[in-house]
C-alpha cells in the first residue's frame, strides 16, 4: 500500500473541521494537566522534555536492528537470544522500560512469526522505540489474529500458502522481537550494514528485512 | 472487562493503513502526553494494571474512536482524580485549586535516564513449581469478570498446548484492583486457528497468548 492509499484511508480524511477540532481538544487538556501538576510541584517539566528525547534520539528501531545482525552473524549470540533473550539484549546495553523481560522469535523457511497486543499496546520498547500508530489501533490490533495474511498484504508482504504463520498476542509481560530470516547475499557485511536491512516492521513481523543491495 | 479494548478477531475496524516514514509524534501534544503518563507513573500510585483498566474502562466510542495518547491522557485524568492528586474543578479550569495528595516520588529530569533505563520489572518469586509442564495439553477457562484480566475473550474456553513455562509473575486481574499482586506462573500456550476461529479458519495459522496459571485447567 502506499502511503497516498493509507491516507485516503485514514477516518478523519473525509471530515477535517473535526478533525482540528479534535486535535485542539486534546491540546488544551494536556495542556490544563500538564499546568495544574505543575502548579502543585508533581512533576518537573523538564523531566517529560528529557523523556520526550530519549524516544526520540536514543531508543529506536537501531536497537533491536543491532540485536538482529549479531545473531544474523554469531552463532553464540543467537543461541543465548533463545534461551535468555533478556539477558543477551541486556549485553548491547538494551534495558529497561517495556523490555524487561524480552523473547526472540526467529523466523525460518517454514515459519512466519508475528507479533500483536490484542488487549492494548504492548511492544518491546528496549529495542524498538516507541509502536507505531497502527499498531496501538482498532484494525491490525482486531486483525492480526484472524487474518494475518490479509494484514501483511497490506504491508505488501505475501506469503507462501504452505509458509506456516505464527502469532504472538503479548496477552503478559513477556515482549517479542522477531528475528527474520538473513537475505541472500549478505556474507561479506559486517554487522553495522547487517543492521541497515533490518526494518522495524521485520521486527514485529509486518515486514521481512530488506534484500543485500539496500545496504547503505 | 468485555470493553472495548478486547479487540481480537472483531470485524469492521477497516485497514490497517501503515503510514510512510512515521514520525514519532503527530502533534505536540502527543509528546506531553507520554510524558506526563510517565511521570505520574512515577508516583508509584497505582500499577500498571490499574492503568490498563482504566484505559479500557472508557466508554467504549470513546476508546475505538480515540488515537491512544488520547486513550492515555483521558486514563491519567480518571487515575489522578481517584487518587486525590487532581479534581475535576481543577481539570475544568485549568488551574490548581487546592492541595491534594503527595505522591510517594516526583520524578525530575536528572532521574529520567536511571528510571528508563531500569524499567519495571514484574516477575517474581513463589514457593509452589509451575502446575503444568512444556507440551501438556490445557484448555483456558471461560469466564466473563467485569473487572480487569488479560485472558482475550478470544482465547476463553480454547485447548492448547502449553508451549513454555516463562516464570511466576504479578497476577494483573487481582493487582489491577488493589488485591495485591498474587503471582502466579505464565505459560505461552498455543492454540491452532481452527480451535479458534472454526470453519474457515486459516489451516496455517497458529495464535499463542501468555496465560497465567489460574487461567488454565489441565484439557
Known amino acids: 500500500m502506499t502511503s497516498e492509499d493509507a491516507m485516503h484511508n485514514h477516518d478523519d480524511h473525509d471530515d477535517e473541521h473535526d478533525h ?8 488544551a487538556r494536556v495542556k490544563a494537566l500538564e499546568t495544574i501538576l505543575t502548579q502543585k510541584g508533581l512533576i518537573d517539566p523538564a523531566a517529560i522534555d528529557a523523556i520526550v528525547e530519549t524516544y526520540e534520539t536514543k531508543v529506536g528501531p537501531r536497537n533491536g536492528a ?62 524498538l522505540g516507541l509502536p507505531p500508530v497502527w499498531y496501538k489501533a482498532p484494525p491490525y490490533r482486531s486483525r492480526a489474529v484472524i487474518d494475518p495474511r490479509g494484514v501483511l498484504e497490506e504491508f505488501g508482504v505475501t506469503l507462501p500458502e504452505t509458509k506456516k504463520i505464527r502469532v504472538w498476542d503479548s496477552t503478559a509481560e513477556l515482549r517479542y522481537i522477531v528475528i527474520p530470516e538473513r537475505p541472500a547475499g549478505t556474507e561479506d557485511l559486517d554487522h553495522e550494514a547487517l543492521a541497515d536491512l533490518v526494518t522495524r516492521d521485520s521486527m514485529i513481523g509486518t515486514g521481512l528485512a530488506n534484500p543485500a543491495g539496500d545496504a547503505r | 472487562m468485555n470493553g472495548a479494548q478486547d479487540l481480537g478477531g472483531q470485524h469492521g475496524m477497516g485497514p490497517v493503513a501503515p503510514e510512510m516514514d512515521e514520525p514519532y509524534f503527530h502533534a505536540e501534544w502527543e509528546k506531553r502526553a507520554l510524558g506526563l503518563t510517565l511521570s505520574c507513573g512515577a508516583f508509584a500510585a497505582w500499577t500498571i494494571d490499574e492503568s490498563r483498566h482504566a484505559r479500557e474502562s472508557l466508554p467504549p466510542a470513546t476508546y475505538l474512536s480515540a488515537s491512544y495518547y488520547e486513550i492515555w491522557t483521558r486514563a491519567l485524568e480518571t487515575l489522578l482524580k481517584r487518587h486525590g492528586f487532581v479534581s475535576a474543578a481543577e481539570l475544568a479550569a485549568g488551574q490548581m485549586l487546592e492541595k491534594g495528595s503527595e505522591p510517594k516520588r516526583i520524578l525530575t529530569a536528572d532521574m529520567v535516564p536511571a528510571v528508563l533505563a531500569k524499567g519495571a520489572p514484574c516477575n517474581r518469586p513463589v514457593s509452589a513449581g509451575p502446575v503444568f509442564a512444556a507440551g501438556e495439553r490445557v484448555r483456558t477457562k471461560n469466564f466473563n469478570p467485569e473487572t480487569h484480566t488479560r485472558l482475550p475473550r478470544y482465547a476463553r474456553a480454547r485447548t492448547g498446548i502449553v508451549e513454555a513455562v516463562q516464570g511466576a509473575f504479578v497476577f494483573p486481574d487481582d493487582n489491577a484492583h488493589g488485591k495485591g499482586e498474587n503471582p502466579q506462573w505464565v505459560y505461552t500456550v498455543v492454540f491452532d486457528a481452527g480451535e479458534i476461529w472454526g470453519e474457515g479458519a486459516d489451516p496455517t495459522l497458529t495464535v499463542s497468548i501468555d496465560a497465567w496459571e489460574s487461567y488454565l485447567e489441565r484439557a
Open chain 1, 20 to 27: 482540528d477540532n479534535h486535535f485542539s481538544d486534546m491540546q
Open chain 1, 66 to 127: 543491532r540485536v538482529v545482525a549479531k545473531a544474523w552473524s554469531e552463532p553464540d549470540f543467537a543461541e543465548w537470544l533463545r534461551s535468555d533473550a533478556t539477558a543477551a539484549i541486556a549485553s548491547l546495553g538494551y534495558t529497561g522500560r517495556q523490555g524487561e523481560h524480552m523473547r526472540a522469535v526467529f523466523n525460518t523457511p517454514e515459519t512466519h512469526n508475528l507479533v500483536v497486543c490484542t488487549l492494548c499496546s504492548c511492544y518491546p520498547w528496549a529495542v
